[in-house]
């Protein structure tokens, strides 16, 4: 009795380390879409549909193929700003190995296979890139940092990869990707002389320079489905309609997220905020609210409840920081969240 109930304990452990340890695919079985923007859009910024600049290079893979008894898929470039697969380009195969949780890339089917994502590493462990468009950023890249975030699909683990050795900002300069999702830089990022600007490109933040990679990842879906979607929400007015665009639907005005609508008659104001946020309501009832803020990690750093209040509710944001948060709220029962934007 004693060994069964060692032999079961031991069991149990490995199923739950088994599950702690689940792989999400990169690549569908059918349809994966990647669409970048590049040129990044802070939270805040007061813009109209003029201001936006969407790439025009959306990446889809699409058809299979088998090269030397490995099972690839074709990659196409699309053409446009929209998802027009009739209009593709075909620019090389991908394969992804899911039980080693890597992900190859290779332009021909002749040509060298690189690794383009190495989803297996763990903190501290190093991996060697190729860049065929930019030979100087060869070399070992490091796991500095793997940080569970949540996003559309489910929790997913990012990974910052640092070169550490000849890189001459490697505060700046690194590399994140996130498993099922890919690079925030590019699909594909180590292609095209898109893919690294020796400037500043997103140099919004402030006077220091947070990035230098001149495009970032959109939006990723799997079929129908949407995977991820960048913070890159900005406020915008067309025939005065103030609302929130997503990083996926520039230029489509008053079509935002619907995790980012707030109910009928509740409104929450100012964003960008400074020193508070403040959530009104209209319609002369009492309300019972529950109000949170995460940071973009995750990490709830406000709570704050209120009982039969009626007309609004003021939660203060001394001691944040710059950057973008996410409000929850629960009024009533019902369950709501909104991106916000604190500003200097």
Same mark, same amino acid.
């Given at each position: ?166 890189? /001459?900002? #490697? @505060?700046?300069? &690194?590399? =994140? ?6 690079? !925030?830089?590019?699909? *594909? ?80 104001? /100012?964003? #960008? @905020?400074?020193? &508070?946020? =403040? ?6 009832? !009492?309300?019972?609210? *529950? ?54």
């Amino acid at each position: 009795m004693k060994s069964f109930f060692i032999i079961s304990v031991i069991g149990l452990l490995f199923i739950s380390q088994t599950r702690s340890q689940t792989y999400y695919k990169l690549l569908d079985k059918d349809t994966t879409t990647w669409q970048h923007f590049n040129c990044f859009i802070p939270v805040g910024n007061k813009m109209t549909n003029s201001n936006i600049n969407v790439s025009s290079a959306p990446v889809a893979t699409l058809d299979s193929i088998t090269i030397n008894t490995n099972l690839y898929k074709k990659v196409y470039q699309l053409s446009g700003s929209g998802l027009n697969y009739s209009g593709k380009t075909l620019v090389g195969y991908m394969r992804e190995d899911t039980l080693a949780k890597k992900v190859y890339f290779r332009e021909t089917t002749t040509s060298t296979e690189y690794l383009l994502y190495d989803f297996s590493l763990n903190v501290n462990d190093s991996v060697f890139l190729m860049f065929p468009s930019g030979a100087t950023d060869n070399g070992y890249y490091r796991a500095d940092s793997i940080v569970t975030k949540n996003e559309r699909c489910g929790q997913r683990k990012h990974f910052y990869m640092r070169k550490h050795l000849n890189n /001459p900002q #490697p @505060a700046v300069k &690194y590399i =994140e990707y996130i498993e099922s999702i890919g690079s !925030t830089l590019h699909a *594909l990022y180590p292609y095209g002389s898109w893919a690294i600007n020796s400037g500043c490109q997103f140099s919004w933040m402030g006077s220091t320079c947070k990035h230098e990679w001149t495009l970032g990842l959109a939006c990723k879906h799997n079929g129908t489905k949407k995977q991820y979607q960048s913070c890159t929400y900005t406020l915008a007015q067309s025939n005065g309609c103030m609302t929130i665009l997503d990083s996926c639907s520039y230029g489509n005005h008053c079509n935002g997220l619907q995790a980012g609508i707030l109910p009928a008659g509740i409104t929450m104001f /100012p964003n #960008p @905020a400074r020193d &508070y946020l =403040e959530i009104t309501f209209k319609d002369n009832k !009492t309300h019972s609210l *529950l109000a949170e803020v995460y940071d973009i990690f995750g990490k709830l750093i406000i709570t704050q409840k209120e009982i039969g209040t009626s007309e609004k509710v003021k939660i203060s944001l001394n001691g944040i920081t710059k950057g973008i948060y996410l409000l929850k709220i629960k009024i009533d029962g019902d369950k709501f969240s909104k991106p916000f934007f604190v500003e200097e």
